[in-house]
């Protein structure tokens, strides 16, 4: 069974500096440790937000609004996968969500994603 659980929220201020963690267990071996995985968000009373995702070369991608800011990497050995975010804003508080894909390598552009942790929640105060 896989588990997907993100760690690492909190309360900051504005400029302030954040990393959320995200582990993931219980993938088939088969799968390898290279696929798509992701951060998203989403802000009371908005939409859900790509934020940032990386492929299983190791590309990532980031919404236009944190680009500059956040950075995804991943740790193979820990099978773990982060985001660093800086020069944090209000407008970045939300419950931010890890997804995996074990299936897909590359692009990681799918509208749905097998497997979501519970969410670790952001909160910016200015």
């Known amino acids: 069974q896989v588990q997907v659980v993100e760690s690492g929220g909190g309360s900051v201020h504005t400029g302030g500096s954040l990393q959320l963690s995200c582990v993931v267990s219980g993938v088939s071996a088969g799968y390898g440790t290279n696929y798509c995985m992701g951060w998203f968000r989403q802000a009371s009373g908005k939409e859900h937000e790509r934020v940032a995702t990386?492929?299983?070369?190791?590309?990532?991608t980031y919404a236009d609004s944190v680009k500059g800011r956040f950075t995804i990497s991943r740790d193979n050995s820990k099978n773990t996968l982060y985001l660093q975010m800086n020069s944090l804003k209000p407008e970045d508080t939300a419950m931010y969500y890890c997804?995996?894909?074990?299936?897909?390598?590359?692009?990681?552009?799918?509208?749905?994603?097998?497997?979501w942790g519970q969410g670790t929640q952001v909160v910016v105060s200015s």
């Open positions: 997804a995996a894909h074990p299936s897909r390598f590359w692009p990681c552009d799918m509208p749905s994603w097998d497997y």
């Open positions: 990386r492929d299983g070369n190791g590309n990532p």
